[in-house]
């Protein structure tokens, strides 16, 4: 059934079952070209304070090996209650990340990467209140150059050791990504406060808060750049950082990890990351879950504002705002880019990429023919 299932598919393939190949390419082409001309552009900032603090947080990228250790050891040796189905990316930072880097009182990455600075070749744009699971598999989807994680997530939850194999094998587990809630230091921030009470996601007990007394840099704690913006909180430079490794890496390139409900297009700093992202002409690559989750949400995005944006503090927001001098124009970019860039191109496939999701599809099928109870992979 497989081998007849793959060749129904290459034929789809080959006669135009995915378009636009070569139109995909030659924009490929142009995004390149005129990110090497912004890259030429890159002045670092005149503070060399704030330009230090921006490199430090460069180099805190993670391997996929260590994210994936990481998931294997939750539910056993750390938050034991934790469902994969159920618990979301804060309560893992909560009740995990800030706990596991308490000795140290750093990021995470730093201490999975025991203190070497870890340059990503990737940037991971995620919302917190998505599943921590469906973040990390949106991360293998990618490492697996695949377009959805919905076959990635039950996989991670039935059979992980599946998913390190296939990695190894591909040579992927070396993969390096930035992703904040292991890349920034939790106890430069958030960690002593739970000021909105929020709750686990399963007990509903409120989030504990980490007593190590660290002192916290916000966006107004001094010292001060001229313009009024802490040198030292590390949730104020997140575009500086990708304007930085944008320009010292011409591969490096966006990971856009989108939750079901497709939430994070309404969070401020996803949508400011975004459009960053957009503006320095980097790669960006949506991971969604699956076709069928976008065409059901995909009406939620056509009326984006963002002034209508949030964010877990109101200084990120007002922070945000003050750089965007005209919201209407702001929208229509982000309306422009979602609908004419980065949705269009979501499974789009120039052709060697065609006939590398051929072999994508037969794996997974042939996965799910040998394992009837994880279900039925569907394209």
Request: aromatic content about 8%.
């Amino acid at each position: 059934l497989a081998n007849i299932y793959c060749a129904l598919l290459l034929s789809g393939l080959l006669s135009g079952a995915l378009i636009g190949g070569a139109a995909v390419q030659r924009a490929e082409d142009a995004r390149i070209r005129q990110q090497m001309t912004m890259s030429a552009r890159y002045k670092p900032n005149a503070d060399s304070r704030w330009q230090a603090k921006v490199e430090e947080l460069a180099f805190r990228g993670v391997t996929l090996e260590a994210l994936l250790q990481f998931f294997s050891k939750l539910g056993s040796e750390f938050m034991h209650h934790y469902q994969p189905s159920i618990h979301t990316t804060l309560d893992v930072v909560r009740q995990a990340i800030i706990p596991l880097s308490g000795t140290e009182k750093c990021s995470y990455a730093e201490v999975l990467m025991k203190g070497v600075p870890t340059r990503p070749s990737k940037m991971v744009t995620h919302h917190w209140d998505n599943l921590f699971r469906d973040l990390l598999a949106a991360i293998v989807a990618d490492a697996l150059n695949e377009d959805s994680y919905d076959s990635v997530a039950l996989l991670l939850d039935s059979d992980i050791n599946k998913v390190v194999e296939w990695l190894r094998r591909l040579g992927r587990l070396q993969d390096t990504y930035w992703v904040c809630a292991f890349s920034v230091s939790q106890h430069d921030g958030i960690c002593g406060g739970n000021p909105h009470s929020s709750k686990d996601s399963l007990t509903k007990n409120v989030h504990p808060v980490c007593d190590c007394q660290k002192m916290k840099f916000w966006n107004d704690t001094p010292p001060l750049t001229e313009d009024g913006r802490s040198i030292l909180c590390e949730m104020n430079k997140f575009h500086d950082m990708m304007e930085y490794l944008a320009a010292t890496d011409p591969s490096f390139r966006q990971v856009v990890a989108v939750d079901v409900e497709l939430n994070m297009f309404n969070r401020a700093w996803c949508v400011a990351e975004l459009v960053a992202a957009d503006r320095m002409s980097l790669s960006q690559s949506l991971k969604m879950e699956s076709a069928t989750s976008l065409a059901m949400q995909i009406d939620k995005l056509r009326d984006l504002k963002v002034q209508d944006m949030k964010a877990s503090r109101q200084q990120d927001v007002d922070e945000i705002l003050a750089t965007i001098p005209d919201k209407a124009v702001f929208n229509a970019h982000l309306q422009e880019l979602l609908f004419e860039t980065l949705v269009p191109n979501w499974g789009r496939l120039n052709g060697a990429e065609q006939m590398a999701q051929v072999g994508r599809v037969c794996r997974w099928q042939r996965l799910f023919e040998s394992n009837p109870s994880l279900g039925l992979y569907s394209p």
